[in-house]
C-alpha cells in the first residue's frame, strides 16, 4: 500500500503565501519525479510543477516566478511554496509521485493525495 498525505491548504488573501507538503509512504523502493497539479471547479485537472529525484524543477507558465517546488528526499515529501496568489490560483491541489513499487519491481506513476484545498479571496 502507498499513501501520498497532503496538508497546507486553506484561505488566503490575495498576494498571501501558502506552503503546501506532501509526504509518501508505504510499500516503494524508491521515488522518481514527484509533482503538484491542481483541479479548480469546471476545469480540467492542469500540472503546476513537478521535481525530478535529483531536484530539476519545472513550471508551469501561469506559476513561474511566484511557485517554488522543492523536495526532501529522506522523508519522501514534496512541498510547494506558493507566493504572490491570485484568485485565479483557487484549486484543489494534488501531489503526484512515480514510486518503484515492492510488489511489482515496477515504475508506476499513478498515485495521487487526497486534494487540499487552496482558496484566494478577499
Known amino acids: 500500500q502507498v499513501q501520498l498525505v497532503e496538508s497546507g491548504g486553506g484561505l488566503v488573501q490575495p498576494g498571501g503565501s501558502l506552503r503546501l507538503s506532501c509526504a509518501a509512504s508505504g510499500s516503494f523502493f524508491s521515488i522518481n519525479s514527484m509533482g503538484w497539479y491542481r483541479q479548480a471547479p469546471g476545469k480540467q485537472r492542469e500540472l503546476v510543477a513537478t521535481i525530478t529525484s535529483g531536484g530539476r524543477p519545472d513550471y508551469a507558465d501561469s506559476v513561474k516566478g511566484r511557485f517554488t517546488i522543492s523536495r526532501d528526499n529522506a522523508k519522501n515529501t514534496v512541498y510547494l511554496q506558493m507566493n504572490s496568489l491570485k484568485p485565479e490560483d483557487t484549486a484543489v491541489y494534488y501531489c503526484?509521485?512515480?514510486?518503484?513499487?515492492?510488489?511489482?519491481?515496477?515504475?508506476?506513476?499513478?498515485?495521487w493525495g487526497q486534494g487540499t484545498q487552496v482558496t484566494v479571496s478577499s
Open positions: 503526484n509521485a512515480e514510486l518503484l513499487l515492492i510488489a511489482t519491481l515496477r515504475w508506476d506513476n499513478d498515485y
